[in-house]
């Protein structure tokens, strides 16, 4: 067999390893906490399961139009108007199984050799993975944690030069839990209006889990570049969805038919009972969300309370998304090798910065979409554990 040249260049997203390796460990009866994978713990809420089975029932049984039920659609562009107070009109929307598929078109409509695609590092693995693979130069977007894991609009900007063709953003951030400040994004657009070819990947997937009562700023509500920002999100994270694999695109009008192009390539389209699951997700009542972020809330402060004692870890206090991000250079090891540690000898899966880009070694990623018991009893076991090694 001959695979292509390109499949050596593709990534992975280490979460799902590191699942299965604690799922294995915990099969041959080893007492494993995941605070790994970045899935809600919750169940999805009643309403949106009903939904689901009563659309089966119905019968929606077949493909829908590529571009997703236009009632799902519409909800999608009355949820935008909503939350990020910016009108879009249905037809620039398109719905796909899942976030990932929104960066995979994009990454793939733009990426090729001779192209730079930007991208946030520590950031989602799989946007340097996509870019790699397509064949596009990945440049890195730096994120340091005497900044928040917020981008500098200036030095982004600096980077810029006519090879970039794709620049991709991420707020609130995974794996950090950054949020960009509107002051920012401000500075950041104003420039971006002096580089017309070049096109932005918004991904707001995180938008409905901020903290401290700050305000998702959407990349969509900046007119200037609206003609050229994608925006990706989704019901994943926001309504405990992550198997039934639903998200949206916004497209620009020059964009949509080429992205619609690649669902009928790839999906058709997504699976039918799921968007009308996602209808009722949307325009179903809204206090199931209100009420997991709060949870997310105080486990935040526990966690980071928590992570702060552990010896030779500092944490700083995530803003957004469910995800503590601690800096663990002061334990003398490397990120990769405390990861096995803890999971070897604490029963503990976390996720080691460098699976977020070589920005990342120095961190350990720990989700909070776990419950509390869980994260209390990680955190006493690698308390008790470093305790005798630093
Ligand atoms: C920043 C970011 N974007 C996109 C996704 C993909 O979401 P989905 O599981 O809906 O494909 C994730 C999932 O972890 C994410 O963290």
Redesign the pocket.
Known sequence: MQIARRMSRLGT?S?FRVLAKASAMAAQGRDIINLGI??PDFRTPDNIVAAAKQALDQGYHFYTPARGLPELRQAVADDIERHRGVAVDKENVLIV?????T?FFAITMFGEPGAEIMYPNP??P?YESMIEFSGARAVPIELFESGGFAFDPDRVLAQINDNTRLIIV?TP???TGGVLQRDAIDRFVAGLEKHPDVVLLA?E??SRLLYDGLEHVSFMEYESIRDRTIL?D????TYSM?GW???YGVWPGALIDHAERLQINSNSCASAPVQVAGIEALNGPQDAVDTMRDVFDQRRKLIVERLNAVPGFSCTVPKG?FYAFPNISGTGMGSLELQELLLEEAGVATLAGTSFGHMGEGYLRFSYASSTDNIVNAIDRITTLMSGRV
């Open positions: 997203e979460a970045g899935a199984p899942g976030g990932k598929p960066m950031g989602f799989i991420n951030a995974n794996p991904d997937i995180y990706l989704g019901w994943s994270k992550t694999r639903l998200g998304a």
